[in-house]
């Protein structure tokens, strides 16, 4: 439960803290009207914006939230902005590699915001592709254990090109191209088993092993940089060990 960690890790420590609930909400509001102004409103024939109702239920927003941003990406509604995505690169204390992925319709806002979170909290801005190339896109999906066996959902998976499942401790965790997300999550649903959620992910190739401290360090510039509503996601190669993991949660 090292590296490959992270994800579930972060996911969760942003999902326990309330005060981020807003922001959350805030987040994946966008990521619904983006879905639908992309890929049409429809979810039915959008899985990308299927997903991110179901993560916005899943997240308890209000449907009529949902239905309104959806309206608004699909053009049904006026009043959606227009958004774009933005990647800025760079290195954290002791040199963790970072990419931090804004949603925006103000590239200047956004920019200041990185800039500020970064050399605040001892993290610096990199050029364009300073750090990129450590990264590759990958598809996450999780999977509660229950009674479930690692043979039980790689038989599931397999011939929906998921590349590997690992066990996390109370979850599996299905790994996969980005493209082969909907067909791995449509398999597991074919063989009974429930999907606790998924997502693209960016994968470092090479890791840095963090002590408590270093990873106190990098958790609170990732909270300063979450506290933009600019900022959608944050991307790092640390490692973090079993032990340092219950230290944090302690």
């Known amino acids: 439960m090292s590296g490959h960690s992270k994800w579930a890790t972060t996911k969760h420590k942003k999902a326990a ?48 939230n ?13 009043g959606g902005a227009d958004w774009e995505t933005i990647m800025y690169e760079g290195y954290g204390p002791n040199g963790v590699a970072m990419l931090i992925e804004c949603l925006t319709d103000n590239r200047n806002r956004a920019a200041t915001d990185v800039r500020t979170a970064m050399s605040k ?4 801005l990199g050029e364009s592709g300073s750090v990129a190339y450590m990264f590759s896109r ?20 397999l011939d929906a090109g998921a590349e590997e ?7 599996f965790e299905v790994v996969c191209a980005p493209t082969d997300l909907p067909a791995v999550r449509e398999a597991l649903g074919e063989a009974g088993i429930e999907v606790d959620d998924s997502e693209t ?6 890791e840095v092993a963090l002590g408590v401290d270093d990873a106190k360090k990098i958790f609170r510039l990732i909270d300063a940089l979450e506290d933009s509503d600019d900022v959608q996601n944050v ?8 032990e340092v993991l219950a230290q944090l949660d302690a």
Request: aromatic share 2%.
């Open 165 to 171: 499942v690992k066990d996390l401790g109370e979850k």
């Open 201 to 206: 992910d960016f994968r470092a190739s090479v």
């Open 235 to 242: 991307y790092t190669n640390m490692d973090l060990s079993d």
């Open 17 to 64: 803290n309330d005060a981020k609930r807003g922001k959350e909400f805030a987040k994946l509001i966008k990521n619904i009207e983006v879905a639908a102004r992309t890929g049409g409103g429809d979810p039915s024939a959008n899985p990308t914006l299927d997903d991110m109702i179901r993560k916005a239920k899943k997240a308890s927003v209000p449907n009529d």
């Open 138 to 157: 990958t598809g996450v999906v999780l999977v509660a254990k229950a009674d479930l066996t690692e043979d039980d959902v790689l038989m599931a998976v």
């Open 121 to 124: 909290n001892g993290g610096n």
């Open 66 to 78: 949902i239905e309104r941003a959806r309206k608004r990406g699909s053009g049904e509604e006026a």
